[in-house]
């Protein structure tokens, strides 16, 4: 008897990608925010096989406060820029900005927010896509930016979100997340301080 068949089909051959490593992606971005040269520490100790830090980089002692010394901070060939905001909302309904720190390699400046200062130079840097901006749970630190510069930074990476990809801890700290990839315990005594006092203290400028 006649039956009827369907035509066969050839099966798709299944093409495997070789997927790119996110967490040696990530690792080394890190690496390039948070690493500093040995020489750049004051104190490093070790303890139980992991690195704790309890010294200040000489380099961020000073605060810089005045147009020269902001200018000569952004360097032109930048293509990574770490930025860090602290500020004060206590009375107020917006974020009275205190202190920019930018990271450029192992470069770090702390740029004193309540200088009269021209921000132009930031501010295009920020604006810029080409500039990797790098930062950590930033959404306080953008309604800083916003409020205080009228800018929203483009070419934005945010670690925390970039960490929640490669594993299940959705609200890691930025001190958690340094010790976790590179055994480097931060202190992070001043969060709360009075950031708004000057001079600053030394345990703030670490």
Request: aromatic residues 8%; neutral net charge.
């Amino acid at each position: 008897s006649w039956r009827r068949t369907r035509p066969s089909r050839a099966r798709p051959q299944r093409i495997t990608l070789a997927k790119p490593s996110l967490e040696q992606m990530y690792r080394s971005l890190v690496l390039r925010m948070v690493s500093r040269s040995e020489e750049n520490w004051n104190t490093l100790t070790v303890e139980r096989s992991r690195t704790r830090y309890v010294g200040v980089p000489a380099l961020t002692e000073n605060l810089v406060d005045n147009q020269q010394a902001f200018d000569d901070a952004l360097r032109d060939d930048c293509d990574i820029l770490g930025i860090d905001t602290e500020f004060i909302r206590v009375n107020t309904f917006y974020p009275i900005p205190a202190l920019y720190q930018l990271a450029q390699g192992s470069q770090i400046t702390l740029v004193d927010a309540r200088a009269e200062l021209d921000y132009t130079t930031l501010e295009t840097t920020l604006l810029d896509p080409r500039v990797t901006k790098i930062m950590h749970a930033c959404s306080e630190d953008l309604e800083v930016l916003q409020h205080h510069l009228g800018v929203r930074p483009r070419g934005l990476v945010d670690t925390q979100i970039a960490h929640a990809f490669l594993k299940p801890e959705f609200s890691l700290s930025y001190a958690g997340l340094v010790e976790g990839y590179l055994g480097v315990e931060l202190k992070k005594q001043s969060t709360r301080s009075n950031w708004l006092k000057r001079p600053l203290s030394k345990a703030q400028l670490e």
